[in-house]
């Protein structure tokens, strides 16, 4: 499965260190520079899924940039983090065309949880694990040639948020961001679409669905 690939930029060292580390973790491919030195030729050439853009860097505005990147790469969403979130600042990058304003120290699961919203539609190609094959841009669950199960959206997102965090923990709260958009969802719904899952899965004695307390879930791979 081709990971996703995220171009981080911050002068921070430690902390892009640390964001590099823990994304790298959980499966993402992380392209990291400290300065917007050639940022353009570096989009160009490594076409990232994702840019998380700080918006001081040194004496220079990331804000300022994104006109300029949205001519050469239009189609790449730009999520900005930041320390300040005065109101005129934030409306400024996404009027620049940034999908969201993160602050500053944020927790890795939320950084994540952004990420896999914002580039969940790039990735729509058909996804195998095990047997099964998901068709994500119709929530079609395949064997083969033969459709298993036509999911819900939830069911759909949710299936994919697992086979693309594979073999590793995915919280309640990121599944709460990616299925309710950073709403609360009902618990007993999601205790509803994992049963589900595993009913669907079930049918591939390799695939285990585990649910870590106080946690998350696990799809995994005898």
Not at 44 to 50: F, N, V
Not at 56 to 79: F, Q, R, S, V, Y
Not at 83 to 99: F, Q, T
Not at 166 to 182: C, F, H, P
Request: glycine share 6%.
């Amino acid at each position: 499965m081709d990971k996703i690939k995220v171009l981080f930029v911050d002068d921070d060292v430690a902390l892009g260190n640390i964001v590099t580390m823990a994304l790298e973790d959980s499966g993402y491919e992380v392209h990291y520079q400290t300065s917007l030195t050639a940022i353009k030729p570096v989009i160009q050439e490594l076409t990232p899924d994702i840019i998380v853009l700080d918006v001081e860097i040194g004496n220079k505005n990331g804000i300022d940039i994104t006109p300029e990147l949205k001519i050469i790469a239009p189609e790449i969403p730009i999520l900005f983090v930041s320390s300040h979130i005065d109101a005129s600042e934030v409306v400024r990058a996404l009027n620049a065309g940034g999908v969201a304003y993160l602050k500053k120290p944020f927790e890795i699961e939320e950084l994540i949880a952004y990420i896999s919203r914002h580039t969940s539609t790039f990735h729509t190609k058909p996804m195998q694990v095990g047997r099964f094959t998901l068709n994500a841009e119709d929530n079609l669950l395949m064997k083969g040639e033969e459709v298993v199960r036509k999911l819900s959206v939830f069911e759909g997102k949710l299936l994919k948020l697992l086979m693309l965090n594979m073999d590793r923990a995915v919280t309640r709260e990121q599944i709460e961001q990616e299925l309710w958009e950073g709403g609360y969802g009902n618990e007993q719904s999601l205790n509803n679409y994992v049963a589900k899952l595993r009913k669907y899965l079930s049918e591939d004695e390799s695939l285990d669905l585990i649910t870590i307390p106080k946690v998350g879930y696990k799809l995994s791979q005898n």
